[in-house]
């Protein structure tokens, strides 16, 4: 029979790329694993890292103040702050008459924990907003009592009139706020300064201006012309993972070792294809098919199965986020496919 004769195949079936997925379960069960797998791991290291950051620059936006006064060569993560700056500058920073209120803040972060704790001035921080919205409980009013926010209270199991040790130190727990106030923990300014050994020190100023904010920030500027005076709008601005150079390079260093890791699976995978089909590869250029198509019947099982592993692990991060929002309440998602899901202290 001439040659002629014989159609040869323009295009690859749908039928013969999907029995050839079905015919090998066990390995393309495999690969559509290692490749969700990998999108699982790259969606949620980047989603915690720019978690922590988006959390906790709405922490601080709900503290109420328009200006945030910190020491020369500060870092924008308040838990790695120091008290250096001495309290008395707050006087200086009261009497500029574009100020309505002042809170001078210590910083600490609480290793047991790992939760940043806040000493504060109550009555001066709680009168930068419309004050804390208590759960439970009352204010402290005595050096060894503590305020904790519901989210650590729910993960923590913590009640008002539960002792706790903070910063090595006991702690009555006397009120539950609501979070969103910066910290997880409150103490009095002056427990969290003997603790730290900073007498009459802080790390930072929260100021509220009174409409003002930038005519304000420039009478700061004037007296602290060495301090880092931001307004809480540019520092909620910065507080994105593509704004911070730290982690620029560490985000960029995880998708990139995905995608490496993923497309060494799937090259894998090809070139076992291949070893196992040479007989088969022969059947189909028999029946008239060009190399071209089987190259394409290749790339197209491939394509399925990266497409299937994909939307698999995107589906899991899904589920891992929707399951961490009611197991452990610290940690804040935010959605895929950032999957902001982070736990800022």
């Known amino acids: 029979m001439s040659s002629d004769l014989i159609s040869k195949p323009r295009f690859v079936p749908l039928d013969l790329l999907r029995g050839n997925l079905f015919v090998r379960p066990v390995r393309s069960g495999l ?4 490749i969700a797998v990998q999108v699982v791991l790259v969606l949620m290291i980047v989603g915690l890292t720019s978690g922590v950051v988006s959390d906790w620059g709405k922490r601080v936006e709900g503290v109420g103040a328009d200006i945030l006064v910190q020491p020369p060569n500060s870092s924008i993560f308040f838990a790695l702050s120091s008290a250096v700056m ?22 600490l972060m609480d290793q047991k924990y790992f939760a940043v704790v806040y000493g504060i001035d109550y009555r001066r921080f709680n009168a930068l907003s419309q004050g804390f919205v208590y759960r439970e409980g009352r204010a402290f009013t005595a050096a060894d009592e503590a305020l904790a926010d519901d ?28 979070h969103g106030k910066g910290a997880r923990f409150f103490i009095p300014l002056k427990s969290a300064q003997d603790i730290a050994g900073a007498e009459k020190r802080v790390s930072m100023f929260y100021v509220r201006s009174k409409g003002d904010t930038e005519g304000t920030r420039g009478q700061i500027v004037k007296i602290l012309p060495q301090s880092k005076i ?26 990139g070792l995905g995608l490496v ?84 202290g």
């Open 31 to 34: 690969a559509i694993t290692a």
């Open 86 to 107: 001495q309290e008395s500058v707050g006087d200086g920073i009261a009497a500029l008459p574009g100020v309505d209120e002042i809170a001078p803040t210590l910083i």
């Open 151 to 178: 989210i650590v209270a729910q993960a923590r199991h913590l009640r008002v009139g539960d002792t706790i040790s903070l910063l090595s130190h006991p702690f009555r727990v006397v009120g539950i706020v609501a």
């Open 230 to 255: 931001r307004s809480t709008a540019e520092y909620v601005s910065m507080m994105n993972s593509s704004n911070l150079p730290e982690l620029k390079p560490f985000i960029r260093t995880m998708v």
């Open 261 to 344: 890791i993923s497309f060494l699976v799937v090259l894998l995978t090809m070139h076992t294809m291949v070893l196992e089909r040479t007989r088969e590869i022969g059947i189909l250029k028999a029946l008239g098919y060009a190399k071209l198509d089987i190259v394409r019947l290749l790339l197209g099982e491939m394509l399925i199965l990266a497409l299937v592993g994909s939307g698999l692990g995107i589906g899991i991060t899904y589920l891992t986020e929707a399951v961490l929002k009611h197991t452990s309440p610290r940690i804040r998602p935010g959605g895929c496919p950032g999957v902001r899901i982070g736990e800022a």
